[in-house]
């Protein structure tokens, strides 16, 4: 039986295509039509899900608004019986980043966000106007407020107006917020403090799905007037979240707490009230509150890079992806990826052998194929790698062979793929790691080559943990146990190994994370107990390897701090 002070909430967690108006238009109104049949009173979609997030410049474009606000007018024609919640890109005197409040074929009002992020990934000051206005929705007995993502990390913002102010029980929060490792807890506990300080039911909407370098997890949420988690929506999948909200237990617990009638003493005026239709409806059973249990941090970051790989190819116009075998763990994590990202008939293993590679590397290459169940394509180098010393003898003459000769190699390599990717429309996946790109250890139009690099963000001792994990979920060795456990060689010389070039990677890695990630200082990481030399060797290499980085191909953000949208470094630079 559902009381007048209960509220049945649908969220979208939809995949949106930034800049596919018309498609993701489509999607928001079929999730409607669900929502509709779910018996919600209100649907609500993340931010931006109409033009997706984040448009950049094409938000610089007067005919991309103008098609946003065409978009917005069909959508709001499908609210027959239903209120929605929608992010669009409003104009006015200047574009802001919004959300329409529609219901029966009419925009009742619009929010404007507020506080507009302009850190790390975000650059939100370069295009939007900040909101000044913080209404709140009338339905039946529920007043609920709206905002939009950054809104609701300020604990006097929005919200607090909202639910002191304007006495909203329920606070609706649509987002687009990116994914990194260990965001999700501190992204937990603000919302659950939100709700708990407030004593304000607060649901979360996040998009899910990949745009870029940046991947969107979902994992909307719900939370009661306590702080704990009612319900939650699917990591790194579609869902529609569908609850009941309790408003009369917020009313109850109110009654009980004297701190907010003396916070009321000191409010501004209360904020502007806009009425949506409630029918009251009967429903014949409750909706399933699902709580799936979060996934461990491997898990995560496992599929994010899946599901980042998928969205990259797939919204790219790309069906097939082509990578180089190795027979190291880089580029067998790397094959592991796609083939769940796009199967096993979407991906083809290019052995490029030489007279460096040893047949352990080889086998272990085919073992993966075989694994996997991918196309396997042979083809030598050597033949081609004689003819280039040949030709640059006279050149080379007086200068013994050095890494250029190693270079040779990887970037034949790279020539090879990017052949094959021309004649087969297929995209190249370069398969290099955080900590050699950190570092510098590799090599330009060679290993680098490519369209999208999946390990980008991903340091090496997070490798080997991601291979393991993959293994374990599988019930089997996908990636040979001899391929996580050899130590890892370019094999571009006889007897090579990385150790020559890098630190062991549990030494070095703690290092770059210091560096890169938390930009700590020299005398800082020294004090962390580093070894003195080891750290200026380190920083040198990093600092001196910009220029490398700058060309390098995109890839999957899964740290707080990646190369490319969130380390903006000059490459001409002399501070040290």
Same mark, same amino acid.
């Given at each position: 039986?559902?009381?007048?002070?209960?509220?049945?909430?649908?969220?979208?967690?939809?995949?949106?295509?930034?800049?596919?108006?018309?498609?993701?238009?489509?999607?928001?109104?079929?999730?409607?039509?669900?929502?509709?049949?779910?018996?919600?009173?209100?649907?609500?979609?993340?931010?931006?899900?109409?033009?997706?997030?984040?448009?950049?410049?094409?938000?610089?474009?007067?005919?991309?608004?103008?098609?946003?606000?065409?978009?917005?007018?069909?959508?709001?024609?499908?609210?027959?019986?239903?209120?929605?919640?929608?992010?669009?890109?409003?104009?006015?005197?200047?574009?802001?980043?919004?959300?329409?409040?529609?219901?029966?074929?009419?925009?009742?009002?619009?929010? &404007?966000?507020?506080?507009?992020?302009?850190?790390?990934?975000?650059?939100?000051?370069?295009?939007?106007?900040?909101?000044?206005?913080?209404?709140?929705?009338?339905?039946?007995?529920?007043?609920?407020?709206?905002?939009?993502?950054?809104?609701?990390?300020?604990?006097?913002?929005?919200?607090f107006m909202q639910a002191l102010s304007g006495g909203a029980e329920v606070i609706i929060n649509i987002s687009s917020s990116p994914y990194h490792a260990g965001k999700r807890r501190g992204r937990e506990r603000m919302l659950g403090t939100r709700a708990s300080d407030n004593t304000v039911i607060v649901a979360y909407n996040n998009v899910v799905g990949g745009q870029d370098e940046l991947v969107f997890d979902g994992d909307s949420l719900v939370f009661d007037e306590n702080g704990e988690i009612i319900t939650r929506g699917k990591q790194f999948e579609e869902d529609l979240v569908v609850v009941d909200l309790?408003?009369?237990?917020?009313?109850?617990?109110?009654?009980?707490?004297?701190?907010?009638?003396?916070?009321?003493?000191?409010?501004?005026?209360?904020?502007?009230?806009?009425?949506?239709?409630?029918?009251?409806?009967?429903?014949?059973?409750?909706?399933?509150?699902?709580?799936?249990?979060?996934?461990?941090?491997?898990?995560?970051?496992?599929?994010?890079?899946?599901?980042?790989?998928?969205?990259?190819?797939?919204?790219?116009?790309?069906?097939?992806?082509?990578?180089?075998?190795?027979?190291?763990?880089?580029?067998?994590?790397?094959?592991?990826?796609?083939?769940?990202?796009?199967?096993?008939?979407?991906?083809?293993?290019?052995?490029?052998?030489?007279?460096?590679?040893?047949?352990?590397?080889?086998?272990?290459?085919?073992?993966?194929?075989?694994?996997?169940?991918?196309?396997?394509?042979?083809?030598?180098?050597?033949?081609?790698?004689?003819?280039?010393?040949?030709?640059?003898?006279?050149a080379f003459k007086s200068v013994k062979p050095d890494v250029t000769e190693e270079n040779l190699q990887a970037r034949i390599h790279g020539n090879y793929l990017m052949s094959l990717s021309n004649k087969f429309g297929w995209l190249v996946l370069s398969t290099g790691n955080k900590s050699e790109v950190s570092t510098g250890y590799c090599t330009l139009y060679g290993d680098m080559a490519g369209g999208f690099a999946v390990l980008k963000d991903v340091m090496k001792t997070t490798v080997y943990r991601l291979a393991e994990h993959c293994n374990r979920v599988a019930g089997r060795d996908r990636i040979p &146990?001899?391929?996580?456990?050899?130590?890892?060689?370019?094999?571009?010389?006889?007897?090579?190994?990385?150790?020559?070039?890098?630190?062991?990677?549990?030494?070095?890695?703690?290092?770059?994370?210091?560096?890169?990630?938390?930009?700590?200082?020299?005398?800082?990481?020294?004090?962390?107990?580093?070894?003195?030399?080891?750290?200026?060797?380190?920083?040198?290499?990093?600092?001196?390897?910009?220029?490398?980085?700058?060309?390098?191909?995109?890839?999957?953000?899964?740290?707080?701090?990646?190369?490319?949208?969130?380390?903006?470094?000059?490459?001409?630079?002399?501070?040290?």
């Amino acid at each position: 039986m559902k009381h007048a002070t209960q509220l049945r909430l649908a969220m979208a967690q939809i995949n949106v295509v930034v800049g596919d108006v018309e498609g993701n238009a489509q999607k928001i109104m079929e999730w409607i039509d669900r929502a509709r049949d779910a018996d919600a009173d209100i649907v609500t979609f993340p931010e931006l899900a109409l033009t997706g997030y984040p448009p950049e410049d094409l938000l610089l474009k007067p005919q991309f608004i103008d098609a946003n606000l065409n978009a917005l007018d069909k959508v709001v024609s499908r609210t027959r019986d239903i209120a929605a919640i929608i992010g669009f890109v409003d104009r006015q005197d200047d574009i802001f980043n919004a959300a329409a409040i529609a219901q029966n074929g009419k925009i009742v009002t619009t929010y &404007h966000k507020i506080y507009l992020p302009n850190y790390g990934v975000f650059d939100e000051f370069r295009y939007f106007q900040p909101g000044s206005r913080c209404p709140v929705l009338q339905m039946g007995k529920a007043t609920i407020g709206v905002s939009i993502c950054e809104d609701i990390w300020y604990p006097d913002g929005p919200v607090f107006m909202q639910a002191l102010s304007g006495g909203a029980e329920v606070i609706i929060n649509i987002s687009s917020s990116p994914y990194h490792a260990g965001k999700r807890r501190g992204r937990e506990r603000m919302l659950g403090t939100r709700a708990s300080d407030n004593t304000v039911i607060v649901a979360y909407n996040n998009v899910v799905g990949g745009q870029d370098e940046l991947v969107f997890d979902g994992d909307s949420l719900v939370f009661d007037e306590n702080g704990e988690i009612i319900t939650r929506g699917k990591q790194f999948e579609e869902d529609l979240v569908v609850v009941d909200l309790d408003v009369e237990s917020v009313f109850r617990q109110r009654l009980h707490d004297p701190r907010r009638r003396q916070q009321k003493l000191g409010t501004t005026q209360a904020p502007e009230v806009f009425t949506l239709a409630f029918r009251g409806r009967r429903h014949s059973q409750r909706p399933a509150v699902a709580q799936p249990n979060p996934l461990s941090e491997d898990a995560e970051i496992y599929q994010a890079l899946v599901v980042g790989t998928r969205d990259y190819v797939m919204k790219n116009g790309f069906k097939k992806v082509v990578l180089g075998l190795s027979g190291g763990i880089d580029s067998a994590l790397t094959a592991a990826i796609a083939v769940e990202a796009l199967g096993s008939e979407n991906v083809t293993g290019v052995l490029m052998p030489s007279e460096f590679s040893s047949k352990g590397s080889i086998e272990d290459s085919e073992q993966l194929g075989k694994n996997l169940g991918i196309e396997l394509l042979t083809i030598p180098i050597t033949d081609v790698f004689h003819a280039y010393n040949c030709t640059l003898k006279n050149a080379f003459k007086s200068v013994k062979p050095d890494v250029t000769e190693e270079n040779l190699q990887a970037r034949i390599h790279g020539n090879y793929l990017m052949s094959l990717s021309n004649k087969f429309g297929w995209l190249v996946l370069s398969t290099g790691n955080k900590s050699e790109v950190s570092t510098g250890y590799c090599t330009l139009y060679g290993d680098m080559a490519g369209g999208f690099a999946v390990l980008k963000d991903v340091m090496k001792t997070t490798v080997y943990r991601l291979a393991e994990h993959c293994n374990r979920v599988a019930g089997r060795d996908r990636i040979p &146990h001899a391929v996580i456990e050899k130590p890892p060689s370019a094999e571009l010389r006889p007897d090579q190994l990385e150790t020559d070039s890098l630190p062991p990677y549990e030494v070095l890695d703690p290092i770059l994370k210091a560096y890169v990630e938390e930009d700590r200082s020299f005398s800082e990481m020294v004090d962390m107990g580093f070894d003195e030399q080891l750290v200026r060797r380190v920083i040198r290499m990093v600092d001196t390897n910009e220029y490398k980085r700058r060309q390098a191909a995109p890839g999957v953000k899964i740290t707080p701090r990646a190369f490319g949208r969130d380390r903006r470094m000059p490459i001409t630079n002399r501070f040290r």
